[in-house]
């Protein structure tokens, strides 16, 4: 079975610094996706980033960018430039190459400070 | 916003009671699945349809149920509700042939009395 940890349930960071959230996981397949939604106060789950395991080359969308160690099993997501709209929960997410299903981490809660 | 909508946004029952819960899909959307987010956690699968039929389920018990309907819209039915069904309801669409990127609605928060 798979699962999905984040070891950091809440961090804060100051506007325009940069921040990363930890995740791990753990399977036993090899190809697979990995995701990082972000969850605002206002509840609806927003895509913010998206890995397929079988690219070394780490993701990137704008501000946000991921660590992928797949050998470490280790997906962490970096947010630079900090912005306000950025505080939100943020969860960590598992999908088999094949599934539909989602598999989620526990959450980040991130306040960015002003 | 995904153009996903789900109604109600809120709801309280009693335990024992039914409740039914909706989902709109994504314009052109096949495939719905559906979440359970307790408070302060991440979301747990319960199950997805494709083509009005069941294609996968996770850990719940038999008493959540759902439908999808030919225009792709959804249906989560719980019957005999107990306290712990209290939470966020998501549901997400997206197509079969691009499962991997899944749009979420905003949810139906049910709190079981």
């Known amino acids: 079975a798979q699962t999905v940890t984040q070891s950091q349930p809440e961090m804060s960071v100051q506007e325009a610094e940069t921040v990363t959230l930890s995740c791990t996981y753990d399977?036993?397949?090899?190809?697979?996706?990995l995701f990082w939604y972000k969850q605002p106060p206002s509840r609806q789950m927003i895509l913010v980033i998206r890995?397929?395991?079988?690219?070394?080359q780490n993701a990137t969308e704008n501000r946000f960018s991921v660590n992928f160690q797949k050998a470490a099993k280790s997906f962490s997501l970096k947010i630079s430039d900090s912005q306000l709209g950025d505080t939100a929960m943020y969860f960590c997410a598992f999908m088999k190459m094949e599934g539909g299903k989602l598999i989620f981490g526990q959450g980040t809660t991130l306040q960015v400070k002003p | 916003e995904t153009g996903v909508t789900q109604s109600p946004t809120h709801l309280i029952k009693t335990r024992g009671q039914q409740v039914t819960l909706r989902c709109s899909s994504q314009s052109g959307h096949n495939t719905v699945s559906w979440y359970q987010q307790a408070l302060g956690q991440g979301p747990q699968f319960i199950f997805q349809y494709y083509r009005e039929e069941e294609n996968g389920r996770g850990n719940f018990p038999p008493r959540f149920s759902g439908l999808q309907f030919p225009n792709y819209s959804s249906e989560l039915n719980v019957n005999a509700l107990e306290l712990d069904d209290s939470a966020l309801y998501l549901c997400?669409?997206?197509?079969?042939?691009?499962?991997?990127?899944?749009?979420f609605g905003p949810g139906t928060r049910l709190l079981v009395l």
């Open positions: 890995q397929e395991a079988y690219k070394q």
């Open positions: 399977t036993s397949e090899n190809n697979y996706y």
């Open positions: 997400a669409s997206s197509l079969r042939e691009a499962k991997e990127t899944q749009y």
